[in-house]
């Protein structure tokens, strides 16, 4: 009888040591779930201001007066829907050796800045629309064509007005492409180059937050995450 007893005791004792070890281990994995779920909220959290920088080209609609200008823009974005920024336009090589803006004039140089302004109308899961508008100053080197000219060379300011709409199809969260069309103005008496007019661009769109994003957590806290539970589990 009292063998009996022991043994029973000896196995209520393991009984009750196997239940504090498994409320142990589950208490620590409870412990790693909540501290992994505070690190996603905080590496996806919602920022008031976050840097933009964007890198495009733009060509005009006009076959007899094609031009490509370099784009550069950079700035911050506010509350996820309004950008401010700065950008630097300029012609390309292609446009100045291969194409005249204008019969009349050979440019030398053809550039401008501006300060711009793109609203998000639009920011869905796989398609985002923007509306960007922008004013700016610049200026242009050209050497008359004409050769009763004797190769004069003029210059000019001009301060070119432009909007649009822009479209980004996201069939990945970091990676999409760009499409925009827009409209740009230039006063008449300052349009000596028929810079103004329709223009289009085409380009890839990253998110390169999302990418940094996406490997802070499934790359580094979920690892991590993984690790530690596995490690508890097998002792």
Known sequence: MRCFLATITALLFLQISFAQTDTLKKHKIDSLTLKLEQDSIHTFRFKKLRPYVNIDSQSSFKSSNHTIMGVYQAGVIVNEYHTFGLGFYNLTNFSKNNTSIDALYKVKQFSFVNIFYEYFLMNKRFLEIDTPFEIGVGGFQAQVNDSAS???????????LGAGVKFIVKPVRWIGLSSMIGYRYIPYKQNILGYAGFFYSFGVWIDFRQIYRDIKYYGVQKKRYRRSVNSILAN
């Open 150 to 160: 004797n190769g004069i060379n003029i210059s000019k300011l001009f301060v070119p």
